[in-house]
């Protein structure tokens, strides 16, 4: 029987007082769509790049898309400016970065009906109270119906 | 028995819309209801009766502004225009303040007030963020403004809607007895800015290239679209104003407004549909319905009588109690509740203590204190609480202590100037 802990690869991981720009870093060199945020090797939540990219992006221009366009392209820049400072932790919060969570020891189908609850693209898999990696949901279709 | 009821009812209402702990359509909706299950006012009354039931004058003028409203900001004029009289100012704060307060007071005459701070307050947090100033007094004198500037025409601030139809007062009226005091108000409000904001004020000139670098001209998305609705805001503010030789109603004016520049528009409607408030109309309906009731069953013949008898048909003392209890009250509930109970004992103090003299002064009155009184406090009027919480998403909060304390400032001072006025231009003048 295939367990959540096969499945599971490997994410990258950032401490929740890592600097904001590393984990923004993180996502752009290393190619992920998300990084794992972790406080002593529990894991808190995750950043994803959609998470990040509506943190980067002022609320203002959330308020009103017109604005984007008044904006000259170099005006990207500004947006990095806005995670100077800002730790990882802080990115938590406008990510929506709560991810289910499944021991290593959890059956695919345990892992297919936690991620279908939750609506979540992604599932965490721990054990021993350790963040091992995750489980997408294209890994996890892509093994099931090779099943 | 059924007086008690309408009453307790009505009450309970009230205090559940000023707690704001159950939404306030639901309570509006549920206290129609009762008031109609219970036959205080019966289905002909309250859908067919504009004394007793929905003023269905006030729902179509607020739909057709709606639409018409949902049409123009889909053109980016407000934010052009913003952008572009920042740039004008050179960067200079103070004087960005006073493009954006006039800007948005001009425009909350125009539009409803919820919807022009929804249209300035994002690219006003734009242009802070640019010189690096403190978005919270920008915003915060936003909201100020547009109550101000609401106040000056029949369709800029709902309780003046409501207060029209009942007194059958015209858009001319409004704009010749209440437009020249706005005016005054607003220059008093920008002469207070100087003060009330003057931290807000520091100048960065190396910051100011970073405003320039923005292109208003990219703001307007649809030309086409943009010149449409122009077009029709200028033919429905003259059918508004042209009541006397027309004859159409602000509702009919605004209806027509709206279905022609839908047809102008060509796109599926829904896209403008969605702007539409509906969930305000609903609340409105309710409210007609509860009031209708409460007229019914003669509470608020009484409520008239006992005011009558309290100012001892002093028109004078009427006129002031009517415009402090109006700001008072307007400062801690939703003056549109405030006005739709208000109106109906309004017509009869007009009736009661006219007597020989025009008594049109106290719906004046009742139109000063219910939007003035609104800027009091953070949650005196709607658009005070959308930018707080407009100014809370963009990372800027503002407490509501910090709204008040310049809110309630600035409606005292409007308020205490609108006194003299009264008493000048209606009774030493007038």
Sequence with gaps: VTRARDLAAPYPSAPTDAPATEVARILAEEEVDVVFIERQGQLQGVVSDIGLLSRLLPSYILEDPKLAQVMEEGAADLLWRRLEGRRAAELLAKAGGEIPQVDGDATLMEVAAVMAGARAPLVAVREGGRLIGGITSSALLTRLLQA | ?430
């Design chain 2, 1 to 430: 028995m059924s007086t008690a009821f309408a009453v307790t009812v009505f009450a309970v209402a009230y205090a559940l819309i000023a707690s704001e702990k159950v939404n306030r359509v639901t309570v509006a909706l549920a206290g129609a209801g009762l008031m109609l299950a219970f036959r205080l006012v019966s289905s002909e009354d309250a859908f067919h009766s504009t004394d007793f039931g929905i003023d269905w004058d006030v729902i179509f003028l607020l739909l057709g502004m709606m639409i018409v409203v949902g049409v123009m900001k889909q053109t980016g004029l407000f934010e052009y225009l913003a952008i572009w009289s920042a740039k004008k100012a050179q960067g200079q704060p103070y004087r960005i303040m006073v493009a954006l307060v006039v800007l948005t007071a001009f425009a909350s005459a125009l539009l409803d007030n919820v919807t022009t701070v929804l249209l300035v307050a994002p690219v006003t947090i734009l242009i802070c963020e640019r010189l690096e100033l403190p978005p919270a007094p920008y915003l915060i004198a936003l909201a100020l403004a547009s109550n101000i500037g609401g106040t000056a025409t029949l369709i800029g601030d709902p309780p003046n809607i409501i207060i029209a139809s009942q007194a059958d007062l015209t858009y001319l009226d409004f704009l010749s007895n209440l437009a020249p005091l706005v005016v005054l108000l607003l220059a008093v409000f920008i002469a207070m800015c100087r003060l009330l904001f003057r931290s807000a004020f520091r100048y960065r000139p190396e910051r100011v290239r970073e405003l320039m670098t923005l292109d208003e001209r990219e703001a307007i998305v649809d030309r086409r679209l943009l010149a449409q609705s122009l077009a029709v805001g200028v033919a429905a503010t003259a059918g508004f104003a042209l009541h006397g030789l027309l004859h159409y109603d602000p509702s009919v004016v605004a209806l027509l407004g709206a279905g022609v520049l839908l047809l102008l528009a060509n796109r599926p409607p829904l896209v403008f549909l969605r702007e539409v408030e509906w969930p305000t109309l609903a609340f409105f309906m309710g409210l007609f319905i509860m009031v209708g009731a409460l007229v019914k069953v003669g509470v608020i013949q009484s409520l008239a009588n006992a005011a009558a008898d309290l100012t001892g048909g002093r028109l004078l003392l009427a006129t002031t109690l009517l415009l402090w209890v109006s700001g008072l009250l307007s400062a801690v509930i939703d003056n549109i509740p405030y006005v739709a109970t208000m109106a109906p004992v309004t017509a009869s103090l007009v009736q009661d203590l006219g007597g020989d003299q025009d008594a049109t002064v106290l719906w004046w009155s009742l139109a000063l204190g219910a939007d003035l009184g609104g800027n009091a406090t953070a949650i005196g009027a709607s658009a005070n609480v959308v930018i707080l919480g407009l100014s809370e998403r963009a990372g800027h909060p503002i407490s509501f202590l910090q709204f008040t304390k310049y809110g309630a400032l600035v409606a005292l001072a409007t308020l205490v100037l609108s006194m003299p006025y009264l008493w000048l231009r209606y009774f030493v003048l007038g």
